[in-house]
């Protein structure tokens, strides 16, 4: 039986008196690649916000694994945090250190490996992502494409059980995205790991999406909730529809 | 602590992978098997394996790398989907290998080009001030690219928001001033020219350096601060590439704002200053008000004011400059924002040091 990794209730996003989205019920289970989707506006970055902790909710809340956090206390947060890794839209590499110590630093913080094991696992999350030997460089020294696999490195230092992806395919030439699409995917199946992911491309939204919602701007509600292809079948209303066959129309007509 | 079991037979270390493998530590007797010359070949059994986690997986992949690197055979029967589908990704990109050399320069050469490097940094600094202050002189003729807004705002901030802080600084100054004066000229008798002292100390040049010294710190930092991250955001690109003059829309409304506001903030500095003297004078000292206004008085002279005038005139041209240049050549990271504002300050207060001395030359040598 597949188990909920994160539930929402009633969950409104806003800042001060200006409310984002009005009112958001869904669940994401153990094991999804699940798509926050939405126009441009709509909410999507705020949404993460709150999921990651770094927002509190305007009304309703949420739970991961059965845990209320926003009503847990400081270090119940910090347990569940731990087991969350998060990819920042443009990669949040702390500039003043090497990509190894960027990852290393999860795993100095909160784990007792000695320093041999962390090099090891360093050098497996950066192999991973593809920056294999570019230990020592400085965030300021590589390409945007690269900043954002070493986040995800460093999203990953932990063996996270969630990780949050805000736009991890903007800015990367089409082979870097569909690499990254392939090592989500990978990442989910061989290590069980679940993955929420904010993301336009269509493309990756069917190639890995498993579960998903779609945020409308103009209702500042969720207006859809299910697997993207299911949804494509079946759209609920014509905003998704448009969204989910904008490219394939297109194509057609070109 | 769980770790893999290995041996070496007939040149093969045979690695086997069961039970729960999670949380391994680094095994170094394993890896100095791997490394030993013996070794021809490495092969990985996987046998009842429960539980495996990234620590395997980097083990895994560290023996793939050493087989590589010594050119043996490796290989892994049996590894579960999930693990052997991650290895596989791991290996999937070859190592990155850097192939820039740098070679050591022998001392002569180094000293020619940090020489060198010294004279363009000097040469990119005065073309940054000439070009700026032709710019100026647009400015005054209303034909930049500046906008409006941005120059108000700037006059804004290093004037009205500014006035606190001299104020109180310069007060403070004026009553230390007062008070180190009072105690030498007290053996004489003669504490009544502690009006004169601090009249003529504030007005001629502590009041015009206590003003260049705060708005280093407050509005040089934070013009390097701001046009720093604007490098960083790639606005200044963007400025350049679009055909703006940079020193016209970023510079130039910041230092025509501070060119205006510090012979005013000296000015303040001057009032509050002597303010400060005549705290300590008239309440502490017990000089009469009356005698400490006359030796103000006598003390203070046009030449004097308008030499403190110029001072902070020049301290703005320098400020706004320093905070600019460093803050326009900032590096593209949060340290390279942080290391330009350090720079902005720290060369805008060695800069208006350097300028007073060669004011107070130049004043001397014309009997000012
Ligand atoms: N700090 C903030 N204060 C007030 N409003 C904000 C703030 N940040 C974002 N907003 C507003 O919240 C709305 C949603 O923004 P958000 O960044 O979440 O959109 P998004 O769906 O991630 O868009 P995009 O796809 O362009 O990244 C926007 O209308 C934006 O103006
Ligand atoms: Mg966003």
């Keep these: ?254 | 602590m769980a770790t893999p079991d290995f041996e070496i037979k007939s040149s093969v270390l045979t690695v086997r992978l069961g039970g729960n493998l999670t949380h391994v530590e680094s095994p170094a007797a394993l890896f100095q098997a791997a490394q030993n010359l013996e070794t021809k070949k490495i092969s990985v059994l996987t046998e009842g394996l429960k539980a495996w986690d990234s620590t395997l997986v980097s083990i895994l992949f560290e023996l793939q790398n050493i087989s590589h690197a010594r050119k043996i055979g490796f290989e892994a029967k049996g590894l579960p989907q999930g693990l052997a589908r991650l290895l596989a990704l791991a290996q999937a990109v070859p190592q990155h290998v850097d192939k820039v050399v740098v070679e050591k320069e022998p001392l002569l050469d180094r000293l020619g080009s940090w020489g060198i490097n010294l004279f363009n940094i000097f040469l990119k600094g005065w073309h940054f001030t000439a070009e700026n202050l032709a710019a100026l002189g647009r400015f005054a003729t209303g034909k930049t690219a500046a906008r409006k807004v941005d120059f108000l705002f700037a006059l804004e901030d290093c004037g009205p928001k500014a006035l606190g802080i001299v104020s109180l600084i310069s007060f403070m100054v004026g009553l230390i001033l007062a008070f180190v004066g009072a105690i030498q000229l007290k053996t004489f008798g003669a504490q009544v020219y502690v009006a004169s002292l601090v009249t003529i100390g504030m007005i001629r040049i502590m009041g015009a350096i206590m003003a260049g010294i705060i708005m280093a710190g407050r509005t040089g930092a934070s013009f390097a601060a701001t046009l720093g991250t604007m490098q960083v955001n790639e606005e200044i690109d963007a400025l350049k590439t679009m055909g703006v003059p940079v020193s016209e829309f970023l510079v130039l409304p910041r230092l025509a704002a501070l060119v205006i506001a510090m012979p005013i903030l000296t000015m303040l500095a001057d009032f509050m200053g002597m303010l400060g003297g005549a705290f300590v004078g008239v309440l502490l000292l017990d000089i009469p008000a009356v005698e400490y206004w006359r030796y103000s008085w006598q003390a203070w002279g046009l030449t004097n004011f308008f030499v403190g005038l110029f001072h902070g005139f020049v301290f703005g041209f320098i400020i706004s400059l320093c905070g600019c240049y460093y803050g326009i050549n900032s590096g593209r990271n949060a340290d390279g924002v942080g290391v330009a504002t350090t720079k902005a300050v720290v060369a805008g207060i060695v800069w208006m040091i350097i300028a007073t001395g060669f004011i107070t030359f130049c004043c001397e040598r014309l009997g000012i």
């Design chain 1, 1 to 254: 039986m597949t188990t909920d990794k994160i539930v929402a209730k009633n969950l409104q996003v806003a800042y001060g008196p200006k409310v984002i989205i009005k009112t958001a019920d869904f669940a994401v289970k153990q094991n999804d690649i699940f798509i926050i989707m939405g126009g441009s506006g709509s909410g999507k970055s705020s949404l993460l916000r709150v999921l990651t902790g770094l927002m509190p909710p305007a009304k309703g809340t949420f739970w991961v694994d059965g845990t209320d956090y926003p009503a847990a206390d400081d270090e119940t947060k910090l347990e569940i945090m731990k087991k969350v890794g998060i990819l920042y839209q443009s990669g949040g590499l702390f500039s003043s250190m090497t990509l190894a110590e960027n990852v290393a630093l999860p795993l100095q913080k909160y784990t007792d490996y000695s320093p041999a094991t962390i090099d090891e696992l360093v050098n497996l999350k950066l192999a991973l992502v593809g920056l294999n030997g570019y230990n020592d460089y400085y965030p300021a020294e590589i390409s945007g494409g690269m900043k954002k696999r070493a986040g995800l490195a460093r999203a990953l230092a932990l063996d996270p059980e969630i990780v949050y992806f805000d736009e991890p395919s903007a800015g990367l030439d089409p082979i870097s995205s569909t690499r990254l699409d392939n090592l989500m995917k990978d990442i989910n199946q061989s290590l069980g790991t679940t993955l929420v992911v904010v993301t336009h491309e269509l493309d990756s939204i069917f190639a890995i999406g498993t579960n998903g919602i779609f945020l409308d701007a103009a209702s500042k509600s969720l207006t859809a909730h299910g697997n993207p292809h299911d949804l494509l079948k079946n759209p609920p209303n014509e905003t998704v529809y448009n969204f989910l066959t904008r490219g394939k129309e297109d194509e057609k007509t070109a």
